[in-house]
């Protein structure tokens, strides 16, 4: 099917049914492109049998149906489509969009539409203590999205600036919701840093056409619209500005928009910073020419070392090297631009050049008494690397083994910061000596220690791949461990695969038995999952804690939740006898039947059931 309205908006559809959505390019390599969707389109379509443009697509990333519904596509040989941009902020109400998504048409064909409307409200939807924000978009009214328009770009209106994802709709078609593009890299964690991108300064660019067209239909929408533009956190809307917009004078806006970057030059080195870690490349080149230029008085290396930064960045390091070479003397004695010069050369495979300059970063470092550093550490790591470069495992070894030390005094501070390191400095190890079955299961360690930092931050897909790598390491020795067990169990449940859920915990269990809470979570997972209890560890855990109420409360009313999916018979009367006068959190039987497709007769039995329980007479 020939698409006119842009060639990036792409169809996704079934090889096996009906099942169709849409989706759209957002980074293209020498061998495919990377496409975004939701990922109710993908599970609606098959994963095996899912297909763009009549090539068959794999999935590379995905977030969760009930909070994250994001996945990302790779289509090999899927090359010549354009590229959308994505803005990494947040934007306000009163937005205007457009989006292009497939519909259905005449009897076997689809029809490639395009909508426009607004965002109307920001909202956050909770789903088990997991935030997740929302645009709530208004339709224009003669239009009328459908469901086919899942997974479409919400794009500013008149440009290929993303903002974020449509994922469902009301029935009449007349409001959507849309999930920010700002959750792509909470599921994508190894996405490529040169994702392209739009930054609040071009942002702004973009927006102007679509400001002054409507500016005189709705003036306060349009004055809500210049406060994002001008990226302002503290801004009053005085009779100047007002007066500026409604003449549609543009240099006047832009007047507001320089003093906001003209105010504190220190801040703007902040701000360079800030504008890299985000990788707001134009950004941060606009910040770093106003600062060289009002400052051409001062010695400058510190903003030529920002600027080789963002070329570093942006993997443009031939230009990065130019930078430092013309700007920054070999002689320099600041540790930390040493280490970036070292880095440069680095980059650009001149791997000895690198040695050198990783020295002086560390003769700087010995001499002001920093050689326990995260600096020191890094440069130890970089020198491993370039030695193993060189051929040189020896060195290369001895320099890691420095490296690791120092992380590992360091991880006492910071301990998810640099768990990643030593993972990632322990797996450059065993390229070197895979043999050592020490530093196998020292990295298993890391590997379940970053699955924590990302549990405790809810990141649970993160969290999953961290637990995985750690097992894989545990099953090469044959070792099985409870807690990692136990926490993989919990991982794949957060995901909601919980098949995989009840079949971990029931390794950890027979591991090690002596936690209710890990068996009541088996329990609940072999609901969720209609799969059959082990009766040996449920006879275990009558053993264990029959006389304790707190817990033994949870295990009977799941067995009466097992009873009802079966169809069989329980004694509320003698339950609610039994446990009369103690607590109970009703939140997971809401779960646990809300997640549940049963027929309605046993639906109508589950809703009878919790009424029972949540009565007031219960107790």
């Known amino acids: 099917m020939k698409m006119e309205l842009n060639n990036s908006t792409l169809l996704i559809k079934s090889t096996k049914t009906q099942s169709f959505g849409t989706g759209f390019c957002i980074h293209k390599d020498a061998k495919g ?48 489509i354009e590229v959308f941009l994505l803005y990494l902020e947040k934007v306000d109400k009163n937005l205007l969009v457009e989006m292009n998504g497939f519909k259905s048409h005449k009897k076997g064909s689809l029809k490639l539409e395009k909508l426009e409307g607004y965002i109307k409200k920001t909202s956050e939807i909770l789903h088990e203590k997991v935030r997740i924000k929302t645009y709530e978009l208004s339709i ?54 040169f994702l392209e991108h739009t930054d609040k300064m071009s942002f702004r660019g973009v927006v102007k056409k679509s400001l002054f067209q409507r500016i005189k239909s709705n003036l306060n929408v349009f004055v809500s619209m210049a406060v994002l533009l001008l990226g302002l956190k503290n801004i009053f809307y005085d009779v100047t500005l007002l007066s500026a917009l409604n003449k549609e004078n543009l240099p006047k806006v832009e007047e507001f928009i320089e003093a906001d970057f003209k105010r504190n030059v220190p801040m703007i080195k902040n701000e360079i910073s800030v504008a890299l870690k985000k990788l707001n490349y134009k950004k941060a080149n606009y910040l770093l020419d106003d600062y060289i230029e009002k400052n051409q008085d001062k010695n400058l290396q510190d903003a030529h070392h920002l600027r080789a930064l963002i070329y570093i960045h942006r993997k443009q390091y031939h230009r990065a090297k130019d930078e430092f070479e013309s700007f920054i003397p070999p002689a320099v004695k600041n540790s930390a631009m040493l280490l970036d010069y070292g880095l440069i050369y680095h980059l650009n495979e001149e791997y000895n050049e690198a040695i050198k300059f990783y020295k002086k970063a560390l003769e700087v470092k010995r001499n002001n008494f920093e050689e326990d550093s995260l600096d020191s550490a890094t440069i130890y790591d970089n020198l491993g690397s370039a030695y193993l470069k060189l051929g040189d495992e020896d060195k290369a070894y001895a320099d890691y083994v420095k490296a690791l030390k120092i992380y590992v005094q360091l991880s006492q501070n910071d301990l998810a910061f640099y768990e990643k390191r030593i993972a990632k400095l322990l797996i450059n190890m065993l390229s070197i000596d895979p043999n050592n079955d020490q530093l196998y299961l020292k990295l298993a360690e890391r590997f379940y220690n970053i ?9 649970y897909l993160l969290a999953l791949e961290s637990f995985k790598n750690a097992q894989l390491i545990y099953e090469k020795y044959k070792k099985e461990d409870a807690e990692t067990l136990s926490e993989l169990a919990y991982a794949y449940y957060k995901n909601e695969q919980y098949r995989d859920a009840s079949r971990y915990y029931e390794r950890a269990l027979s591991v090690e038995f002596n936690n209710s809470a890990v068996f009541l979570n088996y329990y609940e997972s072999i609901l969720l999952s209609r799969s059959h209890i082990n009766e040996n560890l449920e006879q275990k855990f009558i053993a264990k804690f029959k006389d304790n109420k707190r817990y033994f409360i949870y295990y009977e009313v799941f067995k009466m939740l097992d009873a009802l999916y079966h169809n069989e018979e329980y004694d509320f009367e003698l339950w609610k006898k039994k446990y009369q006068n103690t607590q109970f959190n009703f939140n997971q039987l809401d779960k646990l039947i809300n997640s549940r497709k049963e027929d309605k007769e046993i639906k109508e039995k589950l809703k009878i059931f919790i009424v029972k329980l949540k009565s007031k007479d219960t107790y």
């Not at 003669?142 to 974020?164: C, N, P």
């Not at 699955?451 to 990141?459: D, I, P, R």
Request: overall charge negative; proline content about 2%; charged content about 25%.
């Open 451 to 459: 699955g924590m930092h990302y549990k405790g931050a809810n990141k």
């Open 140 to 193: 224009n009214r003669d239009d009328t999205i459908t469901k086919g328009f899942s997974g479409s770009a919400v794009l500013l209106k008149g440009t290929t600036t993303v903002v974020a994802v449509a994922t469902d709709r009301q029935k009449d078609g007349k409001k959507a919701y849309a999930i920010p593009i700002t959750y792509l890299h909470d599921i994508w964690s190894d996405a490529p840093e």
């Open 33 to 80: 492109s990377f496409i975004l969707t939701c990922l109710h389109v993908v599970e609606e379509c098959g994963e095996d049998t899912i297909e763009i443009e009549g090539k068959k697509a794999e999935l590379i990333a995905k977030g969760s149906m009930q909070n994250i519904d994001l996945a990302v596509l790779y289509v090999e040989n899927l090359i010549n």
